[in-house]
């Protein structure tokens, strides 16, 4: 009786994990070929796209190969954002260069050590702390102030941005005939800068807000010192119109 020999079956074709690596990047191009249909495109360039992923067997239902080779320059649309994201990356381009305008400035006029200055959502923060500004509970000037201010003048001049002059306090209250609370304190000394600013140095009204914010948004919290001190300031916030 003649016996057959059970042959081995051999799996024909690649390997199972090739068949989900190359569903894989079939959606991924998929992905691409949607975001290149909301943009404006170089036709020729999207030709080329489109054929460079049919010579490597995806768009035509073969199988992918995996060749190690150095990474080639992709060759994106020449346009691929909506009118909005357009305008958007616009602002923050400025927004980065009136940051750099700012530092320079500050660099140059040798007033890093009395503003501190930080990139916000918002806009540009200049930091000032009070003891710079006012004397404790006071919204009147100091002559140290009145310098700096005078300097911060010819920055602003150069930036036709609104700016909104925010004041803060630190928690301790406060309750004298001309500021009852806090509220009153931060509020007087934002206007006293914003008064300084269009007074002194003839800067378009238009173009400020002052503000106080009392003891309400503070730093850091207040239950040290320096962490008191840190709070109490005045901040020249530049914002993104």
């Not at 290149?36 to 035509?60: E, H, P, R, T, W």
């Not at 660099?107 to 990139?119: D, P, Q």
């Not at 800068?193 to 850091?220: D, Q």
């Amino acid at each position: 009786m003649a016996i057959k020999k059970e042959r081995k079956k051999v799996e024909e074709g690649a390997p199972a994990w090739m068949t989900t690596y190359s569903d894989l990047m079939t959606q991924l191009v998929v992905f691409f070929v949607l975001l290149f249909s909301f943009s404006v495109l170089n036709q020729q360039k999207f030709q080329q796209f489109i054929a460079s992923y049919q010579g490597m067997g995806i768009l035509d239902g073969g199988v992918s190969p995996i060749v190690e080779t150095e990474p080639a320059p992709a060759d994106y649309p020449e346009k691929l954002e909506t009118p909005e994201a357009a305008a958007a990356l616009a602002r923050a381009q400025e927004m980065m260069e009136t940051y750099q305008t700012v530092k320079n400035f500050l660099t140059a006029n040798g007033l890093e050590s009395m503003v501190e200055v930080r990139y916000e959502e918002r806009g540009i923060a200049l930091d000032i702390k009070e003891r710079i500004l006012f004397d404790s509970g006071r919204a009147d000037l100091k002559p140290e102030a009145i310098k700096l201010l005078d300097k911060l003048s010819g920055l602003l001049s150069q930036i036709p941005n609104e700016v909104r002059v925010e004041g803060y306090t630190d928690n301790r209250p406060i309750h004298t005939i001309q500021f009852p609370t806090n509220w009153e304190l931060s509020t007087a000394r934002a206007a006293r800068v914003v008064r300084y600013f269009i007074e002194e140095h003839h800067l378009k009204p238009e173009r400020f807000v002052a503000i106080g914010y009392g003891e309400y948004r503070p730093l850091y919290p207040n239950d040290t010192p320096e962490h008191m001190a840190e709070n109490r300031r005045v901040v020249l916030l530049i914002g993104t119109t």
